[in-house]
């Protein structure tokens, strides 16, 4: 089992930038690669970003490029996501995944892993 816990969510005004972070625990060893998805009120949950767990390939849903970067951390287990230029639309709950392969990396069945998720909130 790999447990995730995600934070660093919270309200920023239109412009400002936020970092999340998601820590993983239990059988990291097995992950492949985690992601970060959102979900904003009576929507479906969206892809925004992945990166390998060897940090070595990233991808970003194009509404985010340019504006966020992932990273991770291999002392710590832990990603990042870093996030800039936010924008009103950018308002969801993120949500940190893993999965151990290394198919669909875009798509939410792939993964077996969740967090509770963190509120981010972008005000205009």
């Known amino acids: 089992q790999v447990q995730l816990v995600e934070s660093g969510g919270g309200l920023v005004q239109a412009g400002g930038s936020l970092r999340l972070s998601c820590a993983a625990s239990?059988?990291?060893?097995?992950?492949?690669?985690v992601a970060w998805f959102r979900q904003a009120p009576g929507k479906e949950r969206e892809f925004v970003s992945t990166?390998?767990?060897?940090?070595?390939?990233?991808y970003y849903t194009d509404s985010v490029k340019g504006r966020f970067t992932i990273s991770r951390d291999n002392a710590k287990n832990t990603v990042y996501l870093q996030m800039n230029s936010l924008k009103p639309e950018d308002t969801a709950v993120y949500y940190c995944?893993?999965?151990?392969?290394?198919?669909?990396?875009?798509?939410?069945?792939?993964?077996?892993?969740w967090g509770q998720g963190t509120q981010v909130t972008v005000s205009s």
């Open positions: 995944a893993a999965t151990n392969t290394a198919v669909r990396q875009s798509t939410a069945s792939t993964y077996d892993y």
């Open positions: 990166v390998t767990w060897s940090g070595s390939t990233t």
């Open positions: 239990g059988r990291t060893s097995s992950i492949y690669r």
